[in-house]
């Protein structure tokens, strides 16, 4: 079956499916699975300690697939400066940037001229609408199901991706909860181009930094087993349920502001639970398509079988 869209053309790649920015996750096992698997693999250049160990990152990248692959720029207020990060992507000629978090311009600018392809992730219609101004070649724009970070106006994919798409006249991939080949198939029938997934590419035997409990957790949680913090510091992002996450509600019910939450909702206490292990002391970003997951597949068996469930699809309504 064809599977081109404009998002496919664009990426040159065989499926429209985008692994997401993972922080602190998606380094190159898993970003060249997703490429070899004929997706969109990313690595995420802010978990990198270095300028030197994004540029060998890449490589590494390169030394395992020669697939095109994505690097993305996570920006966020309290971010540290990104531009000697960036100036790796433009010199290892790198084929994707993805951006989010932040005022996209400056690297949309900075990247103008490059051969460089420059996708930004939103969460609300005005950020498309303003991306497609700034010279965006597309756009993925994550709705309320997501893990990590979300829009402050808690719209729900279905409303948001054809909302999206009728208001601007790039290539839109939608993104948050989807899993599966009926998600892949839903998003393109609300107009969308491609999928981007978050959760559901850690749950594969390629996230080799994910500890197993994280994973086990996201086969075992149900729909329900997560919830939204950082609300109240304008930045609502999806995690797994647990105490520590319950103490950060908490905390924030209380009133209490950054400098009180910024413990409990730091990177280092993001990296015990995911990278340890340690659930009773840490938090770990996932979305609400956790309910859907029951296996820890290869990146490859989850995008045949994606593949297969939406081909499957297509021959029950071409009947
Ligand atoms: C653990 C985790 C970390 C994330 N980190 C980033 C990031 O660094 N950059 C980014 O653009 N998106 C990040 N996201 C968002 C994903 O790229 C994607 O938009 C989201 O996961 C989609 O929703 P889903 O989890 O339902 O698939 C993260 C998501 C998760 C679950």
Excluded at 173 to 193: C, Y
């Amino acid at each position: 079956m064809n599977w081109e869209t404009r998002v496919t053309k664009l990426l040159g790649i065989q499926y429209p499916i985008i692994q997401g920015g993972l922080a602190y996750l998606a380094y190159a096992d898993l970003a060249a699975a997703v490429s070899n698997a004929g997706g969109l693999g990313q690595i995420t250049a802010m978990s990198l300690p270095s300028p030197q160990a994004l540029r060998e990152e890449i490589q590494k990248v390169r030394s395992m697939t020669a697939k095109p692959f994505g690097v993305n720029y996570a920006i966020g207020q309290h971010g540290r400066p990104f531009e000697h990060m960036l100036e790796i992507a433009i010199e290892e000629n790198v084929p994707v940037v993805t951006m989010t978090g932040g005022n996209p311009t400056p690297i949309i600018k900075r990247l103008e001229g490059t051969s460089i392809k420059k996708l930004v992730l939103v969460a609300a219609r005005r950020q498309a609408e303003k991306a497609e101004e700034l010279g965006a070649d597309a756009v993925m724009v994550v709705g309320q199901e997501g893990g990590g970070h979300l829009g402050r106006a808690d719209i729900g994919t279905i409303v948001l991706v054809p909302q999206v798409v009728d208001a601007v006249s790039i290539p839109v991939i939608a993104s948050g909860g989807i899993g599966d080949g009926r998600g892949l198939m839903a998003a393109l029938s609300l107009g969308a181009e491609g999928i981007e997934m978050g959760t559901r590419f850690i749950a594969t035997q390629e996230c080799v930094h994910a500890h197993s409990l994280y994973k086990e957790a996201l086969v075992k949680g149900t729909e329900s087993d997560t919830v939204v913090i950082k609300r109240s510091l304008g930045a609502p992002a999806r995690v797994i349920r647990n105490g520590w996450t319950g103490q950060i509600l908490q905390l924030e019910q209380e009133g209490k502001g950054y400098e009180d939450l910024k413990e409990y909702i730091s990177g280092s206490a993001n990296r015990r639970y995911i990278y340890e292990g340690n659930e009773a002391e840490g938090f770990a970003w996932a979305g609400q398509v956790m309910g859907r997951i029951k296996d820890i597949p290869t990146v490859q068996e989850l995008t045949s079988r994606m593949i297969q469930e939406a081909e499957d699809i297509r021959m029950r309504w071409s009947k």
